[in-house]
Structure formats: C-alpha cells, structure tokens
C-alpha cells in the first residue's frame, strides 16, 4: 500500500453527525446542479447560509460585510427565473464571498486598512461581473490583513479572524477571511488573491481547496493593491473552494481576456475534460520536493508531502525526488517586488498616519527599510534577472511538468506567533518560501488538503505546473484529493 496522511475529522465547527449532508456542507456544483434541477430552492438555500453565518461568523469573524437582505432579494428573483423556465446559469443561485480587496458594487471593500476607511465600490470587479451572469449570489466580502501585506488575517477595521479548527490559530492569509469563511460553511466559494501565498497557505491552513493561476488568466481588475507594472508578474486573483471541481468551475466562468488588467489573455484552458477523465494514460511526470533548502519544513508537513507523491505514484503516476535549481535566488528576486516595492507604494499613504496603521504593516516597512535603496537601476535588474531565472525553472519542468511540493513550512500556527523577522517563531522570510517562489515565476498551483496534524490541524501539498496549464494542475490536483479522501 502506498504511504497516504488520511484525515480522521470531517470538517471544522461541523454541523451535527445527523446533518453533515445539510445544505451549507455541499460544494458549490452540488448546490448549482440541485437547483437547477429544482431540488434546492435559492431561497432556502440562501436562509441556510445565513443561520451558518449568524452561528459561526462571531467566533470565526471572518466577514468584513454581509449583504443579508441583498442576499435575499437575489434569491427570491433566482427563484423567479427558475419558476418562469429562464435559463439559469451554471451557478444559479449559490451563494459565494469575495476577498474585500475587490470591488463589489455597494460593498464596503476597505482592504482591511482605515486609510481607505469608508471606501464603498462604485461597480463590480470584472470577475464579480462574471460571477453574478452565471447566477451566482454574492452574500458578503470578508476579512484580510491591512493591504494584504500579512499571513495572518488581522486588521483594525474587523479585527482578528480565526481558524475554524482552533480558534487559538490563525486561518492564514491574506485571503484568512475567505478560506475560514468556506471552511466552515458560511460560503460555498469564493474568490481570494495571492502575491506570496495568500490563496494557498489560507486554503492550507483551513483545509480547503485553492488555485493561484496563471497571471493574467483570471483579470484582475478592480484589485486593489491594483495589479499593474511589477506586481502584475506576481499578484493574481484566483477561486478558494471545498473541493477542486468547485476551483475548476469558478476558474471557468471568471477566466478571460478584460482590458483592464495588462497581463490579461483570451482564456485558460479548458479543463473540464481532463478532470472527468480523472487523468488518463497521459499522466505528466511529477517531481517533488518537501525541503526548499532554505526553510526546512515540520516533520508532518514534510510527511504529507512525501505521503502525496507516494499515493500518486501508488495511482500510476512517475514520480521522482525534484527540485529546481535556482529557488534561493527566486526567493530573493520575489522579496524584492512584493516587500520593497510594495513598501514603496505604501509608505507615502502613511505619512502622518502612522497611529492608524496595524502593527504588522509597521513591521513590514520596517523591513523594508533595512534594505538598500529600490532605485530603478535595481528595479530594472531585479525584472530582467525574473524573466531569465523563470525561463531557467521552466527549462527544468520539461522534465517535470507537475511538481509537488509544501505550501509553506508549517500548519497553521498562533495567533501570537506572526510576523515579519526573527522576533517571530512563524517569522514569514523564513515560512513561507515555498509559495513564493511561484509567484515571482507565474506558475499556476493548487492547493489540496492531504492530512492533519497530531493536533488535527489541516496540512495542504502544492500542485505546481507549467505557465498557463491549469488543466494539467487540476486534473493532479483532483486525482490526489479523490485518493486522499477515498483511503
């Protein structure tokens, strides 16, 4: 038998044993197909939501708004459109949450900061605007770090969010509030966005499901930090779900070429023939790794990591010891654009408003200011050495097009223990390397759970492919999640 980490709960903060099959615990493409068939009313669907939030949302705090009654204004004309005989679209009536750095119409979408405290969005985002055409019900934002510069969701507009598995924890970030949200049934899915993790580790952390595309598959307009110059190389928009036919199906219906993002292009894609074939006979070659050589990993992240690629193998896949050359330098490329950089963009907004900014953007200007100048020069060097170091890896991964991989060094840890720097155990130069990498490459990853931990914590593995292969990443990313949970 190959070595597997199988998981011995069914989900965080769960319903009753006699309820798990209630309405908040099904997928997204459950709840799509059920009313569409007219099994499921929108109406009850939407209710059901709610009470999960009304029952769970004061211990998590996972929302920074939630539209209650446009909820249900929505649900009642999809309810409408279903008894008329109008077409619905493929997630009619499924109640999903957005990341509140993107813009939702009418929502407060304050990026966690109360430098843009009572910042209402004029219109949706395009990938809201998707969303709703499909049919879906957008319930509420939810909570991230103060402009997202964090791995841990904490910010002085709605304070700390919590892991639904141990409240003492953190849910990750920065998209914490989306994965917590889903995580315990308050959402069916939603939209994250990730510049150094934030999609993956939240979705690790929570036990849940998460795809950081291919930059520019997924538009990111209406973003904010806005992903445009250098962090349009590494920050993407991508879908946070329970399982990876939800991530394929948001994928679907968000992906496309928009004008507004400068690395938009005309789709991903498809994908949705390769995971009903549950991969075929044309199975890509895996490398894995479970040590970057930098960051070494806790013993059980480093056991889940060898437990998936030994299931894999077990399933037919080749798999073999991996990793490429090059990730210490790709590491300090990345630390360059999204800290200093960032920083750059940050510290003018703060001037004289040094009281109103959270402990941790302190700390992370902070850091930055310990490095030499950003003058262009470097700037220019930094995005020439990006494109030659990316051409070098994808080199690499014609060997192996799938590698596998942590998601960062540890589960999810305390509260107490985030930061940037060495005063930290969880410091975040030294944690979280391993999905950094792939965003200063533009690699698309997924993110499934495998295993907990001794202390049932969720551990979630990396899926890693080539750029705009999202279909081969999913098809992996589906068959391990099948084999995890079948074992």
């Given at each position: ?13 769960t ?5 798990r ?9 459950t ?33 920074s ?8 204004a929505a ?16 997630l009619?009536?499924?109640?999903l949450?957005i ?8 929502f ?5 900061s ?10 949706d ?11 879906a ?17 904490e ?10 598995w141990?409240l003492?924890?953190t849910?990750g ?8 949200a ?11 966005s ?11 952390f929570?036990?849940i ?22 962090f349009?190389?590494?920050?993407v ?6 399982t990876?036919?939800?991530?394929q199906?948001?994928?679907e219906i ?15 894609p ?8 549950e991969c ?7 490398g ?11 013993p ?10 030994s299931?894999?193998?077990?399933y ?14 790709v ?11 960032i920083?750059m ?14 402990d ?12 030499p100048?950003?003058?262009g ?14 051409a ?22 305390l509260h ?16 979280m ?10 690699n ?15 551990i979630g ?27």
């Open positions: 038998m190959p070595q597997t980490i199988t998981s011995t709960r069914e989900s965080p903060l319903l009753p044993t006699s309820a099959n209630a309405t908040t615990s099904l997928s997204a493409a709840l799509a197909r059920l009313i569409r068939g007219k099994h499921l009313s929108p109406v009850e669907v939407i209710d059901a939501y709610l009470m999960q939030i009304e029952r769970f949302n004061p211990a998590i705090n996972a929302f708004h939630i539209d209650a009654e446009g909820a249900r649900a009642r004309e999809s309810e409408a459109m279903l008894m008329r005989g109008d077409a619905p679209g493929l009619h009536g499924v109640p949450t990341k509140s750095c993107i813009d939702v119409k009418g407060p979408c304050e990026a966690g109360r430098l843009r405290s009572g910042y209402v969005a004029a219109q985002a395009t990938l809201v605007k998707r969303l709703r055409n499909a049919g019900i957008i319930i509420g934002n939810t909570s991230i770090p103060e402009a997202l510069v964090a791995y841990h969701t910010n002085k507009l709605q304070g700390r969010t919590c892991n639904p141990d003492t924890r849910a970030g920065s998209s914490g509030g989306e994965a917590a889903i995580a315990c049934g308050m959402s069916a899915g939603g939209i994250g990730d510049g150094g993790g934030s999609i993956r580790v939240p979705a690790s929570c036990g499901a998460g795809l950081k595309p291919t930059p520019g598959t997924i538009p990111g307009t209406g973003h904010y930090l806005p992903c445009a110059g250098p349009s190389l590494i920050g928009v991508g879908p946070m779900a329970r990876v036919e939800d991530l199906l948001l994928l968000t992906s496309g070429y928009d004008a507004g993002d400068p690395v938009s292009f005309p789709g991903a498809s994908v949705r023939d390769r995971l009903s074939a075929r006979a044309d199975k890509p070659r895996i894995f790794y479970e040590d970057d050589g930098y960051s070494p990993p806790a059980e992240v480093r056991a889940a990591v060898k437990a998936a690629a299931t894999l193998a077990g037919g896949f080749e798999v073999e010891p991996f990793r490429p050359d090059g990730l210490d330098r590491r300090e490329l990345w630390f360059t654009i999204f800290v200093e950089a920083a963009v940050l510290k003018p907004m703060t001037l004289n408003r040094e009281d109103e900014i959270s941790n953007t302190r700390e992370f200007l902070a850091l930055a200011a310990e490095q100048p950003l003058t020069e470097r700037l220019l060097h930094t995005l020439l050495e990006r494109d030659a170091r990316r070098e890896v994808l080199a690499q991964m014609e060997r192996f097009p799938i590698l596998l991989a942590p998601v960062c060094a540890t589960s999810a840890f107490e223990d985030a930061g940037w720097g060495p005063a930290h155990s969880a410091d975040y130069v030294r944690t390397s391993y999905s950094q990498h792939y965003n200063l490459l533009g698309p990853a997924a993110t499934v759970r495998v295993g907990e931990t001794s202390e049932g914590l969720p593995v990396q899926i890693v492919g080539r750029p705009y292969k999202e279909d081969e990443v999913l098809a992996v990313a589906g068959t391990l999640e099948k084999l995890t949970k079948s074992i």
